[in-house]
């Protein structure tokens, strides 16, 4: 019997894991019109705790304004979410500057609704290296207490942008399934960015994951790949640790076409190369055309597609949609 790729596509619970568009928080209707079931906004990551609480002050706010979405705290609020046409937003840092140098920073920012933190954003901080670090350093002292904390606290560990060894030592020090919620397989294309085979099989064997990302630098050479190019870093990691650890982090941004004009992309690229956040290496410069077929978040009906065509199963399409990340987020938050 053939897949209905639409009607899966509206049945299944679908979960992008790495969602820094939603800066422009006017664009959660472009998830809402790719049948989204949650999202997870960069809350923060970047600046300090007192910055970080205003973010996190705007987005409960949202919340509560538009009556459409729901704050995920637990699996449970993904399948509200779904049963009552809503969209859920998981609370999502892309790096540790707002734990400074507290701990009990990750306990507040947890009551706040914050479930996933990432350890690094590719260069050094008190964690641990990034991965485009001079040094390929582990974790910290201060490093290890934070990720006790996180597995205290029942936030879970995101290893993406993350040094080799940090992220190694982390899969060690975690007791919770830990993961990288944008990653590519480096065997498939090679980028500083993307991740040896050696950190997905421990992300898969402490439970957790690896999500797909659709930044064309890291998806292939072309400018423009392929949705089939994307699809292959689906099918390489399903093939090296199984299907139960690959599922979408796709990371649309800001500086993407076609949100933001080529001009205001190559200055907004040029400032984010000078602070050292981003190198000439792994990241070329724009435009950034994202997969041909899944360009913006409301065309994400046509991966389903695009998997039912190279022959996946349904069973585990919907594995890769979302029912992957809700394992995790099942064994770490709670059902």
Not at 108 to 131: E, F, H, M, P, S
Not at 294 to 304: A, G, M, S, V
Request: aromatic letters at 8%; one cysteine or more; proline letters at 5%.
């Amino acid at each position: 019997m053939s897949v209905d790729a639409k009607e899966l596509h509206a049945k299944s619970i679908i979960i992008d894991a790495v969602c820094p568009l939603l800066a422009r928080k006017e664009l959660l209707d472009d998830y809402r019109k790719g049948g989204l079931t949650a999202v997870a906004p960069t809350v923060g990551g970047f600046a300090n705790a007192a910055a970080t609480m205003r973010s996190l002050g705007e987005w409960v706010k949202l919340i509560r304004d538009r009556g459409d979405a729901i704050l995920v705290r637990r699996a449970a609020d993904i399948e509200e979410a779904k049963r009552t046409n809503k969209i859920g937003l998981i609370f999502h840092f892309q790096g540790t500057e707002p734990i400074e140098d507290n701990l009990d920073l990750i306990d507040a920012y947890k009551a706040l609704g914050v479930g996933i933190i990432q350890l690094a954003y590719n260069v050094k901080n008190r964690i641990g290296d990034g991965c485009e670090e001079r040094t390929d350093a582990g974790l910290s002292r201060f490093g290890l207490k934070a990720i006790a904390r996180m597995n205290e606290a029942r936030v879970i560990v995101d290893c993406s942008h993350t040094g080799y060894r940090t992220t190694m030592d982390a899969f060690e020090a975690s007791t919770a399934p830990t993961v990288f919620s944008h990653a590519n397989p480096r065997n498939v294309h090679g980028t500083p960015r993307n991740i040896v085979d050696e950190q997905i099989k421990a992300a898969a064997k402490s439970g957790g994951l690896t999500g797909i990302v659709g930044f064309p630098a890291f998806v292939a050479a072309d400018k423009r790949p392929t949705i089939d190019q994307y699809i292959d870093h689906v099918s390489y990691v399903a093939d090296l640790v199984g299907i139960d650890h690959v599922s979408l982090g796709i990371d649309y941004f800001a500086g993407q076409a076609p949100y933001m004009p080529d001009d205001e992309a190559t200055t907004s690229y040029e400032a984010t190369i000078a602070s050292g956040r981003w190198s000439p290496k792994a990241y070329p410069p724009p435009p950034y055309h994202y997969p041909e077929g899944i360009e913006t978040p409301d065309r994400l009906p046509n991966l389903t597609a695009a998997l039912v065509r190279r022959g996946f199963k349904e069973a585990d399409i919907r594995k890769v949609l979302g029912e992957n990340w809700m394992r995790v987020y099942r064994a770490v938050w709670g059902a």
